[in-house]
C-alpha cells in the first residue's frame, strides 16, 4: 500500500521542551493543554456549522456531525444543492450534486482517507496504541517561523501524518498556527481563532490554499454544540447502496 503523506498542527501552551523527552510525554503534554483527557472524553458528538470562502468572493455553507468513535457527516451547500460525504463506522458514501451525480455513491479508497482522518473523533495522537499506529518524536523544527516539535504518526493502514505541535502564549487564546498541509493535494493552511468549547480548545477557523496563496480558502466555524441529540442515521448508508456495499465485502 502506497503512503499518504498528511501533515498536522497540534497546540501546546507549555513553555520548553527537551529533546530527550519521548512522544508519549509529549501527546500527554499535548493532550493537557487542549484541555486533558477526562474533558475530551466526555464530548460524545459535536455538531458544527460554518461558512467557507473561497477567492473571487466565492461562498458557501458547511456542516459537520460527528459522534464517538468514528461517525462522521460532511456537508457543503451551495447554490441549493449540498454535497455530502459520510462514513457509518465501516463504509463511507457520498453524494455529489455539484457533478451532476445526485445519488449515493460508495466512496473508494483514496476518497476515504481524509474523511477517516476526520472520522478519528479525537485525533490520531490520543490512545494511538489502541488504534493501532506508531508515534517517532523526530526532534525541533522550524514552520513558518514557529519553534515546533515534529511528531511521526504511522496509522494502521500503513499512511503516515507528519504532526507539529506548537507553541502558543495562552491555553485560552491562540494566534493564527503554522501550516497544514496534504502532499496529496498539494495546498497549504492552517489552524487558528482557537475557543474552549466544553473545556476542550478547538479552531474555529482553518485556511487552506495553494503554495503561494495559503489563505486563499477559509472555513469559519459559526456554532459548535456538543453532547447533542444526533440520529446515527445520519451516518447510516442509504438503502440504495447497502446491496452494493455487502457484495463489495464479500
Not at 68 to 79: E, K, M
Not at 116 to 145: M, N
Request: hydrophobic share 35%; charged share 25%; with cysteine.
Amino acid at each position: 500500500m502506497r503512503h499518504t503523506l498528511i501533515v498536522l498542527i497540534a497546540v501546546c501552551c507549555f513553555a520548553a521542551f527537551s529533546f530527550s523527552q519521548t512522544a508519549d510525554e509529549l501527546i500527554a503534554k499535548n493532550i493537557q493543554a487542549r484541555g486533558g483527557m477526562e474533558k475530551m472524553k466526555a464530548i460524545k458528538n459535536f455538531r458544527m456549522t460554518g461558512r467557507f470562502e473561497g477567492g473571487g468572493g466565492f461562498t458557501a455553507s458547511v456542516g459537520q456531525e460527528s459522534a464517538r468513535p468514528n461517525l462522521i457527516r460532511q456537508t457543503f451547500t451551495l447554490q441549493g444543492m449540498t454535497a455530502i460525504q459520510a462514513y457509518d463506522g465501516a463504509t463511507g458514501w457520498q453524494i455529489q450534486p455539484f457533478g451532476g451525480k445526485k445519488d449515493p455513491e460508495l466512496m473508494g479508497e483514496d476518497d476515504m482517507r481524509d474523511l477517516l482522518l476526520a472520522a478519528d473523533f479525537d485525533g490520531p495522537l490520543v490512545d494511538y496504541k489502541e488504534k493501532g499506529s506508531t508515534v517517532e518524536y523526530l526532534g525541533h523544527d522550524v514552520v513558518d517561523g514557529d519553534d515546533a516539535l515534529r511528531l511521526k504518526v504511522t496509522l494502521k493502514n500503513g499512511d503516515i501524518i507528519y504532526d507539529y505541535l506548537i507553541r502558543i502564549p495562552s491555553s485560552r487564546s491562540a494566534r493564527k498556527s503554522s501550516s497544514l498541509s496534504g502532499a496529496l493535494c498539494g495546498s497549504r493552511g492552517g489552524f487558528g481563532s482557537y475557543k474552549p468549547v466544553a473545556g476542550v480548545m478547538c479552531p474555529f477557523s482553518i485556511s487552506s490554499g495553494s503554495k503561494n496563496h495559503p489563505d486563499a480558502q477559509t472555513s469559519t466555524v459559526q456554532k459548535m454544540e456538543v453532547n447533542v441529540t444526533i440520529d446515527n442515521a445520519d451516518f447510516a448508508l442509504p438503502a440504495s447502496l447497502k446491496t452494493g456495499a455487502a457484495a463489495d465485502k464479500k
